[in-house]
């Protein structure tokens, strides 16, 4: 059996280790009434899912969505075990993807936590390591673990709503900077498009983590209750301010195209204004152009230097004209 997937496995009393437990002896270790289990797998074949579930008696239709991830982020209750979907999220150094989304899948019930992930580089080893640190509250079992796995991927969308806000505000300077704006039209295409994308990912975990505040499961004790609500003032706040940029986005992209717009109409009104004033000597030059035997002023010695400073004249005047209404 391929063991690679297998990232962590290991057995809790009394909130410390106290044994790492193969996958193929999660059966038996699981049988220890005074233990916990907690396995965390990553991008697990379906052999170590069948087996793991075999183990712990997991719902089929929980592993198949564990498997197959691409799933929207939610809470399932199940007879005797809960399944959480997560969408994990990072900033990225490539430049045709800002942000990094990734999956993880918590299946919890007696003794036992699971987390599988999928895609997502954000290791939860940090997690483990804080929470074995604290041998205190990892005693409370299950519940605070996945609350430790949640409070871990929610954290990681306040980087990334920062990053998302200076790219704003540097955006809105661009705009009223008297500058081109027309590249930023796109770029502020592209901040939307992230914003929806975080949003998406945040948006369904107020619902679970309201769910998991207000249960009734046994699964999640009295006492680990009260973290899941910081965990649901944390999803508020960063719904918030998604809320928050994603109006300013909007508006900074109106205001964006209210400069094009006005920039495009000062251009009209410049070339109209040159080509009024082009006109004048075009007319006059035109008919003296037409080459009739009888017209006036056409023997006249002065004909020509009158004709020309005409045009000089009409010109400057209509110039004077169109900067004086800010034209030109």
Not at 45 to 52: A, G, N, P, R
Not at 59 to 87: C, G, N, T
Not at 162 to 174: C, F, G, I, K, V
Request: aromatic share 8%.
């Amino acid at each position: 059996m391929p063991h690679r997937s297998v990232i962590n496995s290991a057995a809790y009393h009394d909130g410390v280790r106290v044994a790492d437990v193969p996958v193929g002896d999660l059966g038996d270790a699981w049988n220890h009434s005074d233990r916990f289990i907690w396995v965390g797998l990553y991008e697990p074949s379906e052999q170590v899912l069948s087996h793991v579930q075999e183990a712990f008696g997991l719902h089929d239709l929980a592993v198949e969505d564990a498997h197959h991830a691409h799933q929207r982020p939610k809470l399932e209750v199940y007879d005797h075990s809960m399944f959480i979907v997560m969408r994990t999220a990072k900033l990225s150094e490539s430049t045709d993807q800002r942000i990094e989304f990734g999956e993880t899948h918590v299946f919890m019930g007696p003794r036992y936590v699971i987390t599988v992930r999928h895609g997502s580089m954000l290791s939860h080893a940090g997690v483990r390591a804080r929470c074995e640190s604290t041998p205190k509250l990892l005693a409370k079992g299950e519940g605070f673990v996945v609350h430790s796995v949640m409070d871990f991927i929610v954290d990681q969308y306040f980087p990334i709503i920062d990053a998302l806000q200076s790219e704003l505000d540097e955006l809105e300077e661009h705009i009223f900077s008297g500058e081109s704006q027309r590249n930023v039209t796109a770029r502020i295409y592209h901040l939307r498009r992230d914003l929806l994308a975080i949003m998406q990912a945040v948006s369904p975990l107020i619902d679970v983590s309201a769910r998991l505040t207000r249960t009734n499961s046994n699964l999640i004790s009295a006492d680990a209750r009260p973290y899941f609500q910081d965990i649901h003032d944390h999803v508020i706040c960063i719904a918030g301010l998604l809320d928050g940029l994603q109006q300013l986005s909007q508006t900074a992209l109106d205001s964006n195209l209210a400069l094009i717009s006005v920039s495009q109409n000062d251009d009209t009104k410049r070339l109209a204004a040159w080509a009024a004033i082009l006109a004048v000597p075009t007319l006059i030059a035109g008919l003296y152009g037409m080459n009739f035997e009888y017209m006036p002023e056409t023997n006249w010695a002065w004909g020509y230097p009158v004709s020309l400073g005409m045009m000089i004249l009409a010109c400057i005047v209509l110039y004077k004209q169109f900067r004086r209404v800010d034209w030109l």
